[in-house]
C-alpha cells in the first residue's frame, strides 16, 4: 500500500496547485509576515527568507517522502504568482485521513481561492489517494477560515474547549499567546457532491479541468 505522496501539479481554473520551489522564498517570506497569518498560524515572527527556505528545500520535503504530509504552493494560473500555501499534516495511511490547513496571501484575499485550492486538493485526495476523511481544525474566531471549511462542503463536528493558541499585538508591538477553541470539521467523499457547484453559485469557484 502506498504510504507517500506523490510529487503532483493540480489545476483548477484559475489556479496551479504544485511542489514549493526556491524561487518561491521572498513571496513566501512576505506572506508569512502578514498580520492575519501571524495571529492564526504559529509560524514564527518575524519569519525571514531564510526560514522560508529551510520550509522549502528541507521541510516540506522531508514530510512528503516520509509521508507525514504534503506542503503545495498556490499559484495563480495567468500570472504564476504565489497566492498561498495548502497543507495536508498527520496523514494516516492505515485510516486513510489527514488534516487539512490553508493560508492565502494578503495581496491575494477575497478571490475565493482557498475555497478553491482546498476542494481542489480533497477533491484529488479521495479521488488519486484513495482517502475517507479529511479534517480541519479553525479558530473560534477565525471566521474567513471556517467560511472556507463550509463553502467545501465540511461538517462541524464539535468544539476542542480551550485547544487553540491564537496570538495577539501587545502595546509595545510584540505578539502574545491567547488561548481560544478549536472547532473541529470534517469532510468524507460524499460530502464533495455539489460543493462545486455551490461555490460557483457563490461566484467563488467555476469548473475543474482534468488534473493535469
Not at 51 to 58: F, L, Q
Not at 78 to 88: D, E, I, K, S
Not at 117 to 139: M, N, P, S, V, Y
Amino acid at each position: 500500500m502506498n504510504s507517500t505522496f506523490p510529487n503532483i501539479s493540480i489545476s483548477t481554473e484559475r489556479l496551479v496547485l504544485r511542489p514549493l520551489e526556491e524561487d518561491d522564498v521572498p513571496a513566501m517570506a512576505a506572506m508569512m509576515n502578514d498580520e492575519q497569518v501571524a495571529a492564526w498560524t504559529d509560524v514564527p515572527q518575524p519569519f525571514s527568507e531564510d526560514g522560508a527556505r529551510t520550509w522549502i528545500t528541507e521541510h516540506a520535503p522531508a514530510e512528503r517522502t516520509a509521508g507525514r504530509g504534503l506542503d503545495l504552493a498556490v499559484t495563480e494560473f495567468l500570472t504564476q504568482r504565489l497566492v498561498g500555501v495548502v497543507q495536508l499534516t498527520k496523514a494516516d495511511w492505515h485510516v486513510r485521513s489527514a488534516e487539512l490547513s490553508y493560508i492565502v496571501a494578503p495581496w491575494a484575499r477575497g478571490e475565493g481561492y482557498a475555497a478553491e485550492a482546498a476542494l481542489a486538493t480533497a477533491q484529488w485526495l479521495f479521488g488519486d489517494q484513495k482517502f475517507e476523511r479529511i479534517e480541519l481544525r479553525t479558530a473560534a474566531d477565525n471566521t474567513a477560515s471556517q467560511q472556507v471549511a463550509q463553502k467545501i462542503g465540511c461538517i462541524s463536528e464539535g468544539v476542542l474547549r480551550n485547544a487553540c493558541i491564537a496570538h495577539v499585538r501587545t502595546e509595545d508591538g510584540t505578539w502574545t499567546d491567547l488561548r481560544t477553541d478549536f472547532i473541529v470539521w470534517s469532510l468524507l467523499p460524499e460530502d464533495l457532491e455539489g460543493a462545486g457547484e455551490q461555490l460557483a453559485e457563490s461566484g467563488g469557484y467555476t469548473s475543474f479541468p482534468e488534473w493535469n
